[in-house]
């Protein structure tokens, strides 16, 4: 009797112990689908997946909630929240990173179909109105261009949860006559809105780099989470898990 009492008493206590070292690690982004969508969605993104089938295996938790770009990396970088998702190391060089990307984005223009306009450098932007998001870092001489040309007609900057989607809006509306985004975020917007054939690609700004779940260089727990989220993406790979996230989004593995 005593035997099983003490194996109650030290079951209570080792779940008392994993309880007490859980976290709710807190994860902010702008809607970037399909990499993050949605939070209470059958389909929140798959970097939330991810997030959350790693920490599970470690008794933590994921709050995952959408807030627009500019804010978030402010909020993270100041420690107020834990992680964002889908950011790569030239946009946010201080972050606390993974020593494996979660992903892949090439930047593209995008046009309405029937205008034959075609991204050739930055010069070929003059007599277009370009829309873009607040807060992104595209390249080093767009970000220019639009630092220097945001104060006028030609350049439309919007910062919002939905900012993809106005923009997309806009172009097919005529409001302006150029657009630039993540291809894998774009292609997926546009079939979820029904304009897969009414907006065309326009040429590449960019080519495919990777992009990162990174945590608050402000926080020192920053360092163990990346360390399960390294470690983590590993296992998932090798247990084929990954593959099952991914598919369910259409997507193939990056690597």
Known sequence: M?????AIIMLTLS???????????????????????????????YMIEIANAIMS???HQIDYKMMPWQRSLLEVKQGNYDCLVGVSKSEAPDFIYPT?????????????????????GIDSLENQ???????????DDLDA???????SPMVKVISSNNALEKNLRKLVAGR????VGADLVVKSKLNELGLSNDVVEA????????????????????QNYVQLFSDGIKKLRETGKLKTILDKYGLDDWL
Do not use: M
Request: net charge neutral; glycine share 10%.
């Open 2 to 6: 005593k035997l099983i009492q003490q």
């Open 15 to 45: 779940t008392l112990i994993q309880v007490s070292h859980a976290d709710t690690i807190t994860i902010r982004a702008d809607k970037w689908f399909p990499i993050n969508g949605e939070p209470k969605d059958e389909k929140p993104g």
């Open 57 to 59: 295996e470690h008794g």
């Open 100 to 120: 494996e990307s979660w992903g892949k984005v090439g930047s593209t223009f995008y046009v309405k179909k029937g205008n034959t306009w075609t991204f050739k």
């Open 129 to 139: 109105r370009l829309g873009v998001i607040g807060g992104y870092d595209y390249s």
């Open 145 to 151: 261009y639009i630092e220097n040309k945001q104060s």
């Open 176 to 179: 302006i006559t150029v657009t």
């Open 203 to 222: 040429g590449l700004l960019l080519e495919p780099e990777d992009i990162y779940i990174a945590c608050s260089p402000a926080k020192n727990v920053s």
